[in-house]
Structure formats: C-alpha cells, structure tokens
C-alpha cells in the first residue's frame, strides 16, 4: 500500500476463497455477461482483503486473475491504483485521515497530531501492538462535516484533538463508538440545526436552529 511504510512481511504463497465468498463470486459474476466477468475484478479484490484482514496478497490477485480469466497484470493493475486497496498487512484498525484543504482548513493537522501522540506511531505506520494503522488520504467527500476520519468502513466526523483521543481510546478497548459527527450533529446538517423547510423538520420532530440553540439532534 502506498502511504504505509511496512518492514517485511511474507506473501502467503497460496490463496483461497472461503466458502462463503465462493458463493458471493457466483453471484456478482452473474451481473455480467459470461464473455466480460473481468469487469467484476474490484468486488473480488474487496472479498479477498476482506478475507485475509485488510489486505490483498499477491497470491490472491493471481486466483482473482484465474477466476476471472484475465492476466494477473491486469489485476495488479487495478490493485495498485486504488488507494482503497492494501497491498501490505494493515492494523485492525485503518485510520484514513483525510488531510485535503476543507478538513485541514478546519484543523486536519491537529487531529493527525492528537492521534499520533496518542498512539506512538506517526502517519505510514502502525502501532506496535499492531492495532492502528494511520494514512494520509485525500477527500474522502464529507467535507461538509471536517475534519473527519475513515477508520475501517466508518466515516467519524467533526472531530476535535479530545474526541479523536477518545475515540482510540474506546476502540482500544472494545467500548461503543459513535460513528459519524461527533457533536450530535444530524447527518451534514447545518451545525445549528435546520434552517429552512421548517414545517418539514418539525413533522420530523428535529429541532429547529431558533429551538435548540445549538446541534440538530432530533
Ligand atoms: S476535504 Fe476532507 S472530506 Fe473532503
């Protein structure tokens, strides 16, 4: 993977799809016409990082590129370029911090810091226990709601130096999380709470700016 600096790791030498996922295979196959099954190549490099936890060997690229008959380059191909796939092991937790003008307008930097602190391990790194992994990403497209982070497939937004501390401190140690704006907000409402098309967000019982004073909880 691009941005995480990794000492050495071993590529498993084979690579299987589970079961379950064979069954997945079949299905998607089906949304594509027998003679163009290569165009399903993404979804089973989704499944394979999946299955092996968070990221894709090389030996899975050459099963994807036998299943799919197509030339493992070409798998290599679309591996390498996406930036959602991870071509090295990953910690449990993948922190994706996007640092792109909007968020960092809005303090990206700090919150980088604060989770850098906390955790010991600087951005291409993961942590010694092997816990966290941290990335520098571009727009991950809530920019409405920055700075933000994706960690795994979750989006955790408004965040401020304490709530991202907080954050890692209750995934390290398996508490519930809020996922998405950490300040109640609702969805990429305005900070306040609606400002227009009242009657609507009354039927929807959110309260309105002039009525909570601050953040749009319903
Ligand atoms: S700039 Fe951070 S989500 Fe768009």
């Known amino acids: 993977m691009g941005g995480v600096r990794v000492k050495k790791f071993e590529q498993p030498k084979n690579f299987k799809f589970s079961k379950e996922n064979l069954g997945k295979i079949d299905a998607v196959l089906k949304k594509y016409p027998s003679n163009q099954k290569q165009s399903a190549v993404m979804p089973l490099l989704d499944m394979a990082q999946r299955q092996q936890g968070g990221w894709i060997p090389e030996a899975a690229m050459e099963e994807i590129a036998r299943i799919l008959d197509m030339s493992r380059l070409k798998v290599f191909e679309v591996a390498t370029f996406y930036t959602m796939y ?10 994706q911090f996007c640092t792109t003008t909007p968020c960092w307008l809005c303090g990206s930097g700090d919150i980088v810091k604060a989770a850098e602190d906390h955790l010991g391990a600087k951005i291409g790194e993961t942590t010694k226990d092997g816990k966290f992994t941290l990335v520098e990403v571009e727009c ?4 409405v709601n920055a700075p ?9 937004e408004d965040l401020t130096p304490e709530t991202m501390v907080a954050l890692l401190k209750n995934l390290k140690t398996g508490k519930k999380v809020t996922i998405g704006s950490q300040t109640g907000r609702m969805g990429s409402c305005a900070q306040e709470g609606p400002t227009s098309l009242a009657e609507q967000a009354k039927k929807a019982k959110i309260a309105m700016a002039e009525d909570s004073g601050k953040g749009g909880k319903a």
């Open 86 to 95: 991870n071509l090295a092991p990953v910690g449990g937790y993948l922190l």
């Open 148 to 156: 933000m982070v994706q960690i795994n497939d979750d989006y955790y």
């Open 140 to 143: 991950l497209g809530a920019c």
